[in-house]
């Protein structure tokens, strides 16, 4: 069992920076596949960025490159998603997802998800 825990949301203007963390709690937590995906008011979850257990392969939403940016900690089960030059469509709640396969994570089939974080944009 993993249970997340995300943080950083806020509000923010337009060009302006966040960054996420997502802390994972569990013995084997930093073994899995992670990423974030979100979703704004009247419309579906869509992927944002995922990161591999290892790090070493990330991939991210074209509408997200190169703005965003994914790492992961593995010493503190936390993964981190840093939101750069930000602009009101990037308004939404940010869930935080993990799974044992990579490509779960990335087709949002992920067994564990965080509660969100709200990132809100102002023009």
């Known amino acids: 069992q993993v249970h997340l825990a995300e943080s950083g949301g806020g509000l923010v203007q337009a060009g302006g920076s966040l960054r996420l963390s997502c802390a994972a709690s569990?013995?084997?937590?930093?073994?899995?596949?992670m990423g974030w995906f979100r979703q704004a008011p009247g419309k579906e979850r869509e992927f944002v960025a995922a990161?591999?257990?290892?790090?070493?392969?990330?991939i991210y939403a074209n509408s997200v490159k190169p703005r965003f940016t994914i790492s992961r900690d593995n010493a503190k089960n936390t993964v981190f998603l840093q939101l750069n030059n930000l602009k009101p469509e990037d308004t939404a709640l940010y869930y935080c997802?993990?799974?044992?396969?990579?490509?779960?994570?990335?087709?949002?089939?992920?067994?564990?998800w965080g509660q969100g974080t709200q990132v809100t944009v102002s023009s």
């Open positions: 990161t591999s257990s290892s790090g070493t392969s990330t």
């Open positions: 569990g013995r084997t937590a930093s073994s899995y596949a």
């Open positions: 997802v993990a799974d044992a396969l990579y490509r779960a994570v990335v087709g949002g089939s992920g067994d564990y």
